[in-house]
Nanobody, 126 residues
Framework: QVQLVESGGGLVQPGGSLRLSCVASGTIFSIESMGWHRQAPGKEREMVAGITNGGSTVYANSVRDRFTVSIDIAKNTVYLQMNNLRPEDTAVYYC????????????????????WGQGTQVTVSS
């Protein structure tokens, strides 16, 4: 059973910073990539940033130069450093992991196309 748990969300003033973390737990052999999406009230979920296990990154134009995604493969953990936050960054931030090779509790190996976390709230307001 693979689970993703996010942490680090909260309330911050405009111009402030937050660092989100997401840990993938379970018997995991490999993860091809991990990343972050967000969903604001009344809007569709959108990609924020992603990173492969080789370190290649992708960012939404709206966060480029303000957010930095990083990954610790050994810890199955992805981070999102968010600087110069704006009110429009307010959303629930979701972590995901793509193409996960894992084992069930009974030891059977299987592949998961995509796993999502439960989300963490980020609110940017004065």
């Amino acid at each position: 059973q693979v689970q993703l748990v996010e942490s680090g969300g909260g309330l911050v003033q405009p111009g402030g910073s937050l660092r989100l973390s997401c840990v993938a737990s379970g018997t995991i052999f490999s993860i091809e990539s991990m990343g972050w999406h967000r969903q604001a009230p009344g809007k569709e979920r959108e990609m924020v940033a992603g990173i492969t296990n080789g370190g290649s990154t992708v960012y939404a134009n709206s966060v480029r130069d303000r957010f930095t995604v990083s990954i610790d493969i050994a810890k199955n953990t992805v981070y999102l450093q968010m600087n110069n936050l704006r009110p429009e960054d307010t959303a629930v931030y979701y972590c995901n992991a793509v193409r996960v090779e894992a084992a069930s509790p009974n030891g059977v190996r299987h592949s998961l196309m995509q796993v999502w976390g439960q989300g963490t709230q980020v609110t940017v307001s004065s």
